[in-house]
């Protein structure tokens, strides 16, 4: 692993994944995992400080060359291919695609949702996420940034014969929204928010009390170096000076207490062997206990009949028995 610590080298290694991204896109992700950066500076100390965003804002302005916009999130492509090969089919890894298709399964499995449930999904993307929801019956919103993708989310619902609204503005759309929703969805997208505590504070408005929020195969792990910040390995590197995003990590401590202090708390999903496609799961605190007891509850009337149907088939096994 080569540690950078100049904008050169840095320049030189991209250079390189260049070169392998012609070649095929598991070259590409070769590459990124020979190198990562690594920048000493003295924190702020608070960080949930002006100053501590300050910090980030200003890394971001140094590896991108360029001050952050939400704009910079935007990717232009080719809307006619994409419906026909979206990725990460046209990657044509099949590395690429499993984990992908893996992260979506994560996600989905942990979502305790029915049919006819209203969700509105932040950063859709391609819509591999928007149509596997909607296909399962779920009522979708799916809110993108760039147009070229709410074009393509348009003939891909339109090819399914499904019915999902879309909306093409940035995550603080939320801070609108008339009618709540019943749950809020991010997948490999919350890391991209400039302002996630302003976001998590819009999601009171957006949510209606007893909703969730689901954050699936974000960056948030204990051992990120740092409370929250640019995530310097060599994918986010890429994506941060070539695409100028925002590529930002969490420490899971911090999350938690960033969730704490805009009204939510959260359970970590995880499915065995994927613990980078864990799911967080989100609510209001006080909602916890009411959730916990109408799941018990479910349960119950799912076992109930189950016991009884056990009990009377002991009880003529019994009678036969003693009849013998």
């Known amino acids: 692993m080569q540690v950078l610590s ?13 070169t392998a991204a012609r070649t095929s896109d598991d070259a590409l992700r070769q590459v990124f995992s020979t190198f990562r950066m690594n920048i000493s500076a003295q924190l702020p100390a608070d960080p949930f400080s002006a100053e501590y965003r300050t910090y980030q804002m200003d890394l971001y302005q140094r590896l991108a060359g360029t001050t952050y916009d939400v704009s910079n999130e935007r990717s232009k492509f080719d809307v006619a291919a994409a419906v026909l090969r979206p990725f990460p089919y046209f990657t044509g890894s099949l590395d690429t695609v499993g984990r992908f298709t893996m992260g979506v399964g994560a996600l989905l499995h942990a979502m305790r949702l029915s049919p006819g449930v209203r969700v509105l999904e932040f950063g859709a993307g391609w819509g591999n996420t928007t149509i596997a929801m909607a296909m399962a019956g779920l009522n979708v919103t799916a809110l993108d940034i760039e147009s070229d993708f709410c074009d393509l989310l348009t003939s891909r619902a339109r090819q399914h014969g499904l019915d999902i609204a879309i909306v093409n503005d940035d995550f603080m759309w939320a801070e609108t929204v008339a009618e709540p929703f019943d749950a809020a969805v ?67 401590s911090y999350f938690r207490e960033a969730l704490k202090r805009t009204g939510w708390t959260a359970t970590k999903h995880i499915v065995p062997g994927l613990r980078w496609a864990a799911v967080w799961e989100a609510m209001r605190p006080h909602e916890t206990d009411a959730a916990f007891e109408a799941a018990r509850a479910a349960e119950a009337s799912v076992l109930r009949p189950l016991l009884r149907m056990a009990a009377s088939e002991l009880q003529s096994a019994l009678v036969r028995f003693r009849h013998r």
């Open 6 to 18: 100049t904008l050169e080298e840095l320049d030189a290694k991209l250079a390189e994944c260049q």
């Open 186 to 252: 991010f997948f490999e997208c919350f890391h991209h928010c400039a302002d996630h505590m302003r976001l998590l504070r819009a999601l009171q408005r957006a949510i209606r009390p007893g909703g969730r929020i689901y954050f699936g195969a974000e960056p948030i792990v204990e051992r990120f170096p740092v409370p929250w910040g640019l995530r310097l390995d060599g994918e986010s590197l890429w994506a941060i000076r070539n695409n100028k995003w925002l590529e930002l990590g969490f420490k899971e």
